[in-house]
């Protein structure tokens, strides 16, 4: 069976929107922040239980926390390698 995954970032032309399997959200946006849309998320009883994780360049002391008290479940920080945001999305969507 095949897998949805929403990418939430700022560029226009990764943008679409279906029902997904998991949400990987840029925290950092243009309009709103990923902390905001996560609980915006969270707030939509049809998604409220898509595993979501944060991909996002905010790799300080606190941030990680951050993102789970937004409703994150996983973090990435970025720079990442594919490999690890792979391992990533394979600990909410095993095969």
């Not at 709103?32 to 969270?42: F, K, Q, S």
């Not at 606190?62 to 390698?81: H, I, L, M, N, Q």
């Not at 594919?82 to 969507?93: G, N």
Request: hydrophobic share 40%.
């Amino acid at each position: 069976m095949s897998k949805r995954i929403l990418v939430v970032e700022d560029t226009e032309d990764n943008r679409q929107s279906q029902h997904p399997d998991l949400i990987l959200m840029d925290i950092q946006l243009p309009q709103m922040d990923g902390y905001e849309a996560t609980r915006r998320i969270r707030a939509i009883p049809e998604l409220a239980g898509v595993p979501i994780i944060a991909v996002t360049s905010y790799a300080l002391s606190g941030d990680e926390a951050k993102t789970r008290e937004a409703g994150c479940d996983g973090y990435v920080a970025k720079p990442f390698s594919p490999r690890q945001l792979l391992a990533k999305v394979r600990e909410f969507l095993p095969q």
